[in-house]
């Protein structure tokens, strides 16, 4: 038990992961690692079309294993149908330059971080049949992959997630709006974001997302040190977006600032979870299956 | 405060560091790009007043630190209340001179000042270091226990001494004591005389104490002498008195009286006497005892002997005849063969009074007659013209004599008796009168060509001096000093005779005058050759004294440390607190001022960490 839990991909540390391969292979390992972890399958609706096959996975129930197909290709699959592409999810990325920046040089930068865990949300999505997109944004919306499920969409998405970006600043709003623009029916918003903007108008979006009927979660991506405060005596601080330079000493005012931080995620928390949208901090140095089964209990609540 | 490593201070400059640091931290050159800089405004903008109230309380606490560190690494003491006094160095100068031998009140000044030194001295301790030091110079030392013995048994001087010379012996003796706190404590009997001029002694503090009681009145013999210095056998006792009336006195010699009398108020006496004794003897003038004794009595010395007999040359001149006719007539003189009075080329034995030859040819004569007597000197050039005579010894009147001729006296090396010499006058710088044991030689005749000395009123004097002092019996006049005073031994002198009987050796050739007022006699063998006489000075009979404030004045100290009462004075002496090092305490504070400087830090470091 033990030695499956250490080869699990989701549960290493993510700097690891990151450096064995591109987006789309550790996506993959991440996914693979989460889902052989879960003791009951996550998927439902195996009964109304049947859509493709898949291989079998540990937890999958037998009944939907296609017995001929095991005993004509001697491997084993499962039947899936396209009655589980009901769900409509995007996911919304901030690749503003905030989020380019690592508080240490043996961890991932938030945007590392978080183009790994779209990723994986994304294939997640796509293994259960939900249609996926993809809206990219900084100061402006960079990119945008609309849902699907169809065969490539994934190639799509992982193409997208390698585009440039690091805008001066973070228009979440727009970003969301975007998305919801790219969902005609109730569906799930996903935002990984730092969230070095302003809150009011990204909650005004997420109240209008969710008025629309959209599960919307919020992933609030933190770098250890933004938690507490860079290593340091004396320095000057400077805001690589707006170019804001603040002189401290770490030692005076790490306390305030740690209480700072603490009050921030609580009041995002509590604008967010006032118009029922879920808020998740992930902190880059956790695994990445952590933040996915975050991710994963907002789909389970999905409609 | 005192520091003992006070160099040490000027580490303090380094507390300016944290202030520095305090000052510059917003100044620092080090930037880091931080994304999440909106949380830094936001901290800085809720928790201003938090974050300037802690830097302000960690940099007074590390400026603490380094104080009280480099404060502490100056070694300071402190004077500490309670406890007993601070170890201290007293030096006591009692005042022992004659005056405090007065007695005022049914005792002596001189107890009084011994009950308050004891009573001072008993309250030192252990760890203090005492002295006394007497008006006669004497320091006693050696421990509490010493020092209070040498206090009970201090003997009255016979002089004034030196309390000035004493107090500052006694002063330079505390500063010298590597002890925190120095004193010094004068107990006089405030006599004016003794204080004459303002005395300085530096930083240590001082307390006098002089007695309330006013002086009593005195009356004491304050000048005595015996003119001649050498009676032949004829001579005269003149003395005079410090009285506010009338008062009777005595004249003794060897115990013998030899007048009494009543003088008036400053009265000058003189008494004319030939007394029957012989040799040197010892004579006082004596007045009723009074409250001081000391000065009732004041002593002389007179040689005693008879008329010298001198033949006189005829070539030595009408004015050397007519001199000695005029000191035959008067008793000084006697024509006799014990005293040669002629030129030197006719002499042919000593004592002798040789003149210069009046024919130059003559003076090989006279050398060899010299030579044959012993004298080492010799009659050199005949040099002329007009000099004016230099007496050495400015007693003898010599002033106003001229040489128009004399011869240049040389001195022959190496000649027996060379060792004792006088040169008794000069003529234009060069020896004119020169004497020697048994001798004396005037480079010139005394003739109104050579000289005017035979025309001068001191030649008659002089002749009668050089008899008397120097050609006849024991020479010397009598040297009269006060007690104490240093002098030079007279030569070929082997011990001093005292006046309660036995002798004492001289071996220096430095002598200090006993302490005791008398007559006393130089000996050579048993043979009395000279006389030390040893009075008080006259100014210690003037009992007048100083208020406390200008007893102050003339101390160099303030007008409160004088003290009349002994209970005063008593209790501002060992006053000093003791001194506690506070090195431990600082150290202490210092500690707990880092240790709360940490307790302020360590959550942020914890955290850090």
């Given at each position: 038990m033990d030695t499956a839990r250490a080869t699990r991909a989701d549960l290493l540390d993510p700097a690891t992961i990151a450096a064995l391969g591109r987006i789309e292979v550790t996506a993959r390992w991440i996914v693979d690692g989460f889902l052989s972890g879960l003791?009951?399958?996550?998927?439902?609706?195996?009964?109304?079309e049947f859509a493709e096959h898949r291989p079998y996975q540990?937890?999958?129930?037998?009944?939907?294993?296609d017995w001929k197909l095991a005993a004509r290709m001697d491997r084993w699959a499962v039947k899936q149908y396209?009655?589980?592409?009901n769900l409509r999810a995007t996911v919304v990325l901030d690749v503003s330059?905030?989020?380019?920046?690592?508080?240490?040089?043996?961890r991932l930068t938030k945007l590392a971080y978080a183009e790994r865990l779209a990723a994986a949300i994304a294939l997640l999505f796509l293994r259960q049949r939900d249609a996926v997109g993809l809206v990219r944004f900084d100061d402006v919306v960079r990119s945008s992959v609309p849902p699907r499920v169809r065969t490539g969409q994934w190639v799509r998405l992982v193409a997208a997630l390698e585009e440039p970006g690091s805008g001066?600043?973070?228009?979440a709003a727009s970003a969301l709006e975007a998305a919801g623009r790219l969902i005609a029916r109730r569906g799930m918003v996903v935002l990984i974001s730092d969230?070095?903007?302003?809150p009011e108008s990204v909650v005004m979006t997420v109240r209008g997302l969710r008025n629309a009927g959209h599960q919307v979660v919020v992933m609030h991506v933190l770098d250890p040190a933004e938690l507490d405060l860079p290593q340091s005596s004396e320095a000057l601080f400077?805001?690589?977006?707006?170019g804001v330079e603040v002189a401290a000493t770490v030692a005076d005012v790490r306390a305030a600032y740690q209480a700072t931080v603490r009050e921030a995620i609580v009041e995002w928390r509590r604008a967010l979870s006032a118009y029922g949208a879920s808020y998740e901090p992930v902190i880059t140095?956790?695994?990445?299956g952590v933040a996915l089964r975050r991710a994963f209990s907002a789909r389970q609540e999905a409609p | 405060m005192g520091f003992l490593a006070p160099l040490w201070l000027l580490a303090g400059a380094a507390a300016a560091v944290p202030l520095l640091i305090h000052l510059m931290r917003?100044?620092?050159g080090l930037r880091i790009d931080f994304p999440a800089v909106r949380y830094l405004v936001r901290a800085e903008r809720e928790h201003s007043r938090d974050l300037r109230l802690r830097n302000l309380l960690l940099m007074i606490l590390r400026v603490a630190a380094v104080l009280l560190i480099t404060l502490a690494a100056a070694h300071p003491i402190v004077r500490m209340a309670g406890?007993?006094?601070?170890r201290t160095a007293l030096a006591v100068v009692l005042?022992?001179?004659?005056?405090?031998s007065a007695v005022v009140g049914g005792r002596p000044v001189l107890q009084q000042l011994q009950s308050r030194a004891r009573e001072i001295l008993r309250r030192?301790?252990?760890?203090d270091r005492v002295w006394l030091v007497t008006a006669d110079g004497v320091v006693h030392g050696g421990g509490r226990d010493a020092v209070l013995d040498a206090a009970a048994h201090t003997e009255p001087f016979g002089g004034a001494g030196d309390l000035r010379a004493a107090t500052s012996r006694a002063a330079g003796l505390a500063r010298a004591a590597a002890l925190p706190a120095k004193e010094v404590v004068v107990l006089t009997d405030g006599q004016a005389a003794s204080w004459q001029n303002p005395l300085s002694l530096g930083d240590v503090p001082l307390h006098a104490y002089l007695p309330a009681a006013l002086a009593p009145a005195n009356h004491a013999v304050i000048a005595v002498r015996a003119i001649?210095?050498?009676?032949?056998p004829r001579g005269a006792v003149r003395a005079r008195f410090l009285a506010s009336d009338s008062a009777t006195y005595r004249i003794t010699l060897e115990g013998r009286t030899l007048a009494r009398g009543i003088a008036a108020r400053d009265e000058e006496i003189v008494l004319r006497a030939e007394p029957p004794e012989r040799g040197w003897n010892a004579g006082t003038v004596e007045l009723e005892p009074d409250?001081?004794?000391?000065?009732d009595v004041r002593h002389f010395a007179v040689w005693v002997g008879p008329a010298p007999a001198v033949s006189l040359h005829p070539l030595a001149g009408p004015f050397a005849r007519s001199a000695l006719d005029a000191l035959v007539q008067s008793g000084r003189a006697s024509i006799g063969n014990e005293i040669a009075f002629a030129p030197a080329d006719e002499a042919t034995k000593l004592p002798a009074l040789l003149l210069a030859p009046a024919?130059?040819?003559k003076l090989g004569a006279a050398n060899r007659a010299l030579e044959r007597l012993g004298i080492p000197w010799r009659f050199g050039a005949a040099v002329r013209g007009e000099s004016v005579v230099r007496a050495?010894?400015?007693?003898?009147?010599?002033?106003?004599v001229t040489v128009l001729t004399r011869y240049a006296l040389s001195r022959v090396a190496?000649?027996?008796?060379?060792?004792?010499?006088?040169?008794l006058a000069t003529a234009g710088g060069a020896p004119w009168i020169v004497a020697g044991p048994r001798y004396v030689l005037v480079?010139?005749?005394?003739?109104p060509p050579a000289t005017t000395f035979p025309l001068h009123a001191s030649f008659v004097p002089w002749l009668d001096d050089m008899l008397s002092q120097?050609?006849?019996?024991e020479g010397g006049a009598p040297r009269e000093v006060a007690p104490g005073e240093q002098l030079a031994r007279p030569a070929n002198v082997d011990a001093l005779e005292l006046p309660e009987g036995g002798e004492m050796t001289l071996s220096s050739d430095a002598l200090t005058a006993p302490s005791r007022a008398g007559a006393y006699f130089y000996l050579r063998g048993t043979t009395r050759v000279g006389a030390l006489v040893v009075n008080p000075e006259?100014?210690?009979?003037?009992?007048a004294r100083l208020t406390p404030q200008a007893l102050a004045v003339r101390l160099g100290?303030?007008?409160?440390?004088?003290?009349?009462d002994s209970t005063a004075l008593t209790a501002s002496v060992l006053t000093a607190a003791p001194q506690r090092p506070l090195l431990a305490p600082l150290l202490l504070i210092a500690a707990l001022t880092l240790l709360a400087e940490t307790l302020i830090t360590s959550p942020a470091r914890k955290r850090a960490a």
């Open positions: 003791h009951r399958s996550p998927r439902k609706g195996f009964s109304v540990a937890g999958d129930e037998p009944r939907h294993v396209e009655e589980e592409t330059r905030s989020m380019a920046w690592s508080g240490a040089a043996a001066l600043a973070s228009h969230l070095l903007m302003d400077v805001d690589p977006e707006s140095d956790a695994p990445f | 917003r100044r620092a406890g007993g006094h601070a005042d022992n001179s004659l005056s405090t030192t301790s252990a760890s001649p210095t050498r009676w032949t409250e001081l004794r000391g000065d024919d130059p040819v050495a010894d400015s007693t003898r009147a010599l002033d106003g190496g000649a027996p008796g060379g060792d004792r010499v006088d040169t480079a010139s005749p005394l003739a120097y050609l006849s019996g006259p100014a210690e009979s003037e009992l100290t303030r007008a409160s440390n004088v003290f009349t």
